[in-house]
């Protein structure tokens, strides 16, 4: 099985490249061979027993088609450009998620039909619950209507209509999976609005401080970076026939708040982790994660197999096991 | 006021133009001069008492630019790859109903800045009921999600994306609206699936067979076209901040049967037309408009004024009244 990542370089890809590497198969299919592109080259990840190539690659239409050109079996698609960035620069944001996924596209229809339709790789788009936009009930389920208030949404919004399209047509086998918000993040924060969700937990774990933009009651719908490969993962082996037409799948997650959040904190790290946050409003970067829901009923996704953590603890304890040891190491 | 039509030759778009030269105004703002526009060059409205300007242009990216350099108050995009031929032609249907549209809408962006925000037209969007896609419930409220199974669907959803995201943006003030199936259409059919609604009706009436290839049992979303145009202008008058960010209004309609239709042209033409429907059952066609739902409670456009027919008997009326006699003539 040939896999190919885009994105590759960022949070969730390189964990997704680890694990692949570590694995060595999705789902007892053993990888022959792996492509891990983002603008800059991703590190190789340790221990493939594959052949592994990380590439600095921009998606213009030359390079998809090189990309698709070796026939991937499965094609992760995480690329983009995040909420706050797509929602500070227009054009940037409809370049990358929009124009650069639809020819990720078309070089693959090029491709399936160059094959007579017998190519017809799995794909996996990552997609958001930025899709949604306000005013919702306060559970959300599977047939509640999409209504983006960001650029950032409407383009994820955008990809999954191509995704249905094209799986429908048959050029691909697809999948969007509307990711929950991920935390804790590791490393350094990203220009995503909902970055304070992480940094409150993982700076003062870390003895730091950390800015706490929005309200304590602000609700929130995670899951863990393990929990959002997992989910990749599990939809490259499904029988997405499934499915059906609609190919668009909301994420189980946790719903909390920012309140459960620093009690987790803590249980976790005492009184004096919780005080190395400071409160400091940001009326932009609330108004962006403020607007997405905070509980659905991901009944589809679960009865699929798809699966989460359940307490605000548990993904504290992912993140200890996961990043804190190699972010002080 | 400044007045620009695309798609102005097609049914609806000539039908639209006829009334804005009749009418010489939106809502008592006149009319200075219309842009009336098409890939061929639409028919002069009789009667205009402004400068009525009839162009033959394909909506390339520099008469995109051309078009919009006049600042329109208003922009009336109809112009769309139909149904049937953007499900045959995918390369096609995604060129008109998704490139063209965001080179349209860039090029008021590119005004827009230009101008400092101070252009910011009103934006008519003629999308589709065909944006939703089955299962569904027996009724679809305004809340239901958007799940096109056709690409002319998906193409009209991705665009209604664009129209709330560059509305949200303060680009121009757009407005989506969910067009029912348009009966009766006058003149030769088009090469939509749903053509067969219309031709039923209309060539029995003037004495000419006409083939059914849906089941009588069928039932659909419809509207007249008087009824469409008075969609779109009431649209153009409209305070649209009364809409808030969910930019896309499922028009009211009537629910009817196919079998109703018969039944309301045997009151209007007698048994002598019924005869002439010849039922010859096609699949392709009947799978396309089988997806369409049949019934909405379209209760946020009823509540914004917008309005239709309430019985085939009266949707028939229209038609003799607008459109039997000149086809005659």
């Not at 490969?229 to 909301?250: E, I, K, M, N, Y």
């Not at 993904?315 to 190699?326: A, C, F, G, K």
Request: hydrophobic residues 45%; aromatic residues 8%; charged residues 25%.
């Amino acid at each position: 099985m040939r896999i190919l990542v885009t994105g590759a370089a960022g949070m969730i890809g390189r964990k997704l490249c680890a694990r692949l590497a570590a694995d060595g198969a999705i789902a007892d299919r053993p990888i022959a061979s792996a492509r891990f592109v983002d603008l800059a080259a991703p590190a190789p990840p340790a221990g493939a027993r594959f052949a592994a190539t990380c590439e600095a690659i921009d998606l213009a239409a030359e390079a998809a088609a090189e990309l698709v050109a070796v026939r991937p079996d499965v094609v992760f698609h995480l690329a983009a450009v995040v909420s706050g960035e797509a929602e500070n620069n227009f054009d940037k944001g409809y370049a990358v998620n929009l124009d650069a996924t639809r020819r990720l596209f078309e070089a693959i229809r090029r491709e399936s039909e160059r094959s007579g339709g017998a190519y017809r790789p799995r794909l996996i788009y990552a997609s958001s619950i930025a899709v949604f936009g306000a005013p919702f009930p306060e559970t959300i389920d599977d047939d509640f209507l999409v209504a983006p208030q960001t650029s950032y949404g409407a383009q994820k919004a955008i990809a999954e209509l191509l995704v249905a399209d094209y799986s429908r047509r048959g050029v691909f086998d697809g999948v969007a999976l509307r990711l929950p918000t991920v935390v804790v993040r590791p490393g350094p924060a990203n220009r995503a609005a909902s970055g304070f969700f992480s940094s409150i937990i993982r700076e003062p774990l870390s003895g730091r401080e950390a800015i706490l933009p929005a309200p304590e009651t602000l609700r929130f719908w995670c899951a863990s970076p393990r929990a959002a490969v997992g989910f990749l993962l599990h939809a490259a082996a499904l029988d997405l026939d499934r499915l059906g037409p609609r190919r668009s799948l909301t994420m189980p997650g946790l719903s909390a708040t920012v309140g459960e959040q620093i009690e987790a904190l803590r249980r976790v790290g005492g009184d004096a982790a919780v005080r190395l946050i400071r409160r400091q409003s940001d009326e932009s970067s609330v108004r962006i994660v403020a607007g997405w829901p905070g509980r659905f009923d991901a009944r589809r996704a679960q009865a699929l197999g798809f699966a989460a953590e359940s307490s605000f603890d548990e993904i504290i304890r992912v993140y200890l096991e996961d990043d804190h040891v190699s972010a002080v190491a």
